[in-house]
Nanobody, 126 residues
């Protein structure tokens, strides 16, 4: 059982940057793969990026490649999403999530995940 709490969202101008944090608590948080998802009003939740624990691989949606970077702290209990050159279409509520099992290669579809945070809103607007 793990709990996830996101932070770092806010209002930023186009071209700006934000760093989101996902704090993971519970048993062995460092062993859980983590995904970041975005949900804009009236739309489905979509995968943005994820970090595996089975092989340390990371994945990005094509829309954010080259602009977003996912990373993990040394203790493994915080996962960051560094977002650069932000665009208005990046706006939405960002959620982090973890699967039920340990040591997994992550996926970018929300149905694969079991534990979810409450979300942090990101608005990119001038």
């Amino acid at each position: 059982q793990v709990q996830l709490v996101e932070s770092g969202g806010g209002l930023v101008q186009p071209g700006g940057s934000l760093r989101l944090s996902c704090s993971i608590s519970g048993n062995t948080p460092e062993y859980y793969a983590v995904g970041w998802f975005r949900q804009a009003p009236g739309t489905k939740r979509v995968g943005v990026s994820c970090a595996s624990t089975a092989d340390q691989s990371t994945y990005y949606d094509d829309s954010v490649k080259g602009r977003f970077t996912i990373s993990r702290n040394e203790g493994g209990n915080t996962v960051y999403l560094e977002m650069n050159n932000l665009k208005p279409e990046d706006s939405g509520v960002y959620y982090c999530a973890a699967p039920k099992e340990l040591w997994r290669i992550c996926r970018l579809f929300p149905e694969w995940y079991y534990y979810w945070g409450q979300g942090t809103p990101v608005t990119v607007s001038s």
